[in-house]
């Protein structure tokens, strides 16, 4: 299975967001270059993850974005199944498409189904805080403390 760059993407900059203090703006420019994404790109995710509730934006001169609920909200599983649009890892599970002949009598649709609600269960116990529990260190390879002086 392989995610989509945008939910890569999308999960830093809530990693990003979370590893600020209480309150203080981030913005899509110091995201962009701490991890060489494109601001433009970025400014999608950031607008999905306003629509999702999970990012406040502030408009204006000192604006930004920020977390809208705390990080022991924000479930890593929900995160992606919102982020991510299709599973359809085989033909077969695309009810619409299916022109599998062994579809029927195949086993290995249901082995990989049940991998796929396993890698969900495992991402389901996680929150956006167990992800930037060695927050120090995680500050410290983004440069957070240093984009401040």
Not at 4 to 12: A, N, S
Not at 15 to 37: M, N, Q, W
Not at 122 to 138: F, R
Request: proline share 2%; net charge negative; glycine share 8%.
């Amino acid at each position: 299975m392989n995610l989509k760059k945008y939910t890569d993407y999308g999960l830093r900059v809530l990693l990003f967001a979370g590893l600020k203090s209480d309150g203080e703006l981030a913005s899509i420019k110091e995201i962009s270059e701490v991890y060489d994404i494109s601001t433009h790109h970025l400014g999608k995710i950031v607008h999905e993850l306003n629509k999702l509730g999970l990012l406040e934006t502030i408009r204006g001169r000192n604006g930004g974005i920020r977390l809208a609920k705390p990080p022991e909200e924000i479930n890593v599983g929900l995160v992606v199944r919102q982020l991510e649009d299709d599973f359809a890892l085989f033909e077969c599970f695309d009810r619409g498409q299916n022109h599998c002949v062994i579809s029927p009598g195949c086993t290995l649709k249901h082995v990989v189904n049940k991998a796929l609600h396993a890698f969900f269960k495992v991402l389901d116990e996680y929150t956006l805080k167990d992800l930037i529990h060695n927050e120090n260190e995680l500050k410290e390879l983004m440069g957070i403390n240093r984009l401040r002086e």
